[in-house]
DNA sequence: CGGGATGTTGATGGCAGTCAAGCTCGGTGG
DNA sequence: CCACCGAGCTTGACTGCCATCAACATCCCG
């Protein structure tokens, strides 16, 4: 147990994952549970329909969480980075794909065991309450930009989302963006093709908001006022 | 407190809503802080950014949650109806506008104090984590819907939840739908205009999936299989 | 019976999807 | 070192779906 806590006590996410709420005992508990795992870009963790073993939280690297139309459409209903909670405690199957977008490092537990966990650690489970509550909200705001909003308020609104992200705190100024995933996740996450997402970075380029780089990849921000006034048209 | 219990053991969804996971003692400190409050059709609960000062069990009636770009473009995040719990706990203001589509009974909680009470009943603040869940998962499903799905599918889509709803066994058979909402409500669920759902419900009637009548708001459901062929294209 | 709200149908246009070339960049091997 | 290659990105031409605008029908309520 004391070496189980230290590594936890270690951990790069200590402070911003869930078990930022967790005390020394109830750490001692995770870490017991716990195991790393490194996941290369692009692998599955859980796949859509198979039974749902796993919760996990993220100690660096980006993955998506997708759902998929029977004819093979894919959707990405959450993008997930250091510091968050993967899985669905309480649920018997997954109904959803978690994949690595970059190589990625998690401290997975096995769900019943991190459920029994959650009930010995109420803080925890406060915790991920408020997260999922969180998420519910991320999701709705979602919902919004995929039923009403058009192509270039959708690509604008990401990019701002993306600079916030990376630099919470200038205001009206320059931030470079370095875009962690490509055109066709982009897409997927708009709701979006890839065509299209790559006309409205270029009218969004012509515009002045932006400027391009790097294969795409790399989004320096002229303007984030006029990337805001494109991102919510008046 | 034996009244205040006596209430609530009497309530009609004392089985379906959050309540259904208190034991008599926690459920008459539930009591304690609940109101009953009758709310007119179109009436408001909450307005986004609002102070989040309520949390809610619908007793009887029908909500809708809503959010709504700048420019006033409106999308129905979710649709609440009897023993389903509505608000935010823990979160200092309301970032939806919650609704009453039709005259709706509800069991109003001062958020501060359901709080209070969740942190005194772990059985309570499990359910309301497993039912955040269940919401994420539902506006999961509805994201890929909205970003992915044509408008036919969009449209059989919601008449098959509705027929599930309203009828969860019949399988393969005829079902007739009390479709709870105006068209106009319909389309900024799906992301459409009235138009095009009216268009598409024309559609599926030729098709021989649907029968309308009275002004559309009931739909006599022919062939559940053909609508979830429609609603699912392979 | 009349009038307003709600729903349907029609005509048209624009935005985004599809199909199809090119282009850029990074990596590899000669 | 440079030519080549392939994946990812961009751009173009065209199509199609859904939004928009507008007229008409229907229902509901007094």
Redesign the interface.
């Known amino acids: 147990m004391g070496t189980a806590s230290l590594r936890c006590l270690d951990c790069a996410v200590r402070d911003t994952a869930l078990c930022g709420a967790a005390d020394e005992e109830q750490l001692a508990a995770l870490s017991a549970i716990g195991r790393r795992r490194i996941l290369a870009a692009g692998q599955v963790l859980t796949w859509a329909g198979d039974a749902n073993l796993l919760c996990a939280n993220i100690v660096a690297g980006i993955l998506k ?1 997708t ?5 093979g ?3 990405i ?2 993008l997930l980075f250091a510091g968050d909670f993967v899985g ?4 018997e199957d997954s ?2 794909t978690v994949t690595a977008l970059v190589e990625s490092d998690l401290c997975l537990y096995p769900r019943e065991r991190f459920e029994r966990a959650l ?1 010995d650690a ?1 803080a925890l ?2 915790a ?3 997260r ?2 969180a ?3 991320d ?6 930009t ?4 058009g192509a270039q308020e959708r690509v604008a609104g990401f990019l701002l989302d993306l600079a916030d992200r990376t630099a919470p705190c200038t205001r009206g100024g320059a931030v470079t963006i370095d875009v962690p995933v490509s055109r066709r996740d982009m897409a ?1 996450f ?2 979006l093709t890839i065509e299209t997402v790559s006309r409205q970075l270029s009218r969004l380029k012509t515009q002045g908001a932006v400027a391009l780089s790097r294969g795409g990849r790399t989004i320096f921000v002229r303007e984030r006022s006029l990337l805001a006034a494109l991102a ?3």
């Open positions: 969480v759902a998929s139309t029977a004819s459409r894919e959707q209903v959450g669905q405690p309480f649920s109904t959803v009930g109420p489970e406060r991920l309450l408020r999922t509550m998420a519910l909200n999701a709705r705001e979602r919902m919004l995929l039923g009403q909003r997927d708009l709701g919510n048209p008046g």
